[in-house]
């Protein structure tokens, strides 16, 4: 069974850098076809698709986030991170981490994150 779960700070200042962490058990994240992805959903809104890392570690990233967005991974600790940098109050959300084959979607249980002075 493969399991998701999102860690990292629940408020961040504006125009500091988000960093979260997804640590994922049952699977290690460098097996093939799997992709590992961060979404987020603001309050009153839907979810929005930030960017994935693939088993193969490239990157791919919304377009309207690009500017801002990196991921990375850690294989030693089955984890792999986010980073938002230069935050504004409406980079505040609840944000997921995912992973997912053709056949399967694992779904942390998300994050809280505000961003406020």
């Known amino acids: 069974q493969v399991q998701v779960q999102e860690s990292g700070p629940g408020l961040v200042k504006p125009s500091q850098t988000l960093s979260l962490t997804c640590t994922v058990s049952?699977?290690?994240?460098?097996?093939?076809?799997?992709?590992w992805s961060w979404i987020r959903q603001p309050p009153g809104q839907g979810l929005e698709w930030m960017g994935v890392i693939g088993y193969d570690d490239t990157t791919y990233y919304s377009p309207s986030l690009k500017s801002r967005t990196s991921m990375s991974r850690d294989t030693s600790k089955n984890q792999f991170s986010l980073q938002l940098r230069s935050v504004t109050p409406e980079d505040t959300a609840v944000y997921y981490c995912?992973?997912?084959?053709?056949?399967?979607?694992?779904w942390g249980q998300g994050t809280q994150v505000t961003v406020s002075s």
């Open positions: 995912e992973g997912s084959t053709v056949a399967h979607e694992y």
């Open positions: 049952g699977q290690s994240i460098t097996t093939t076809h799997y992709a």
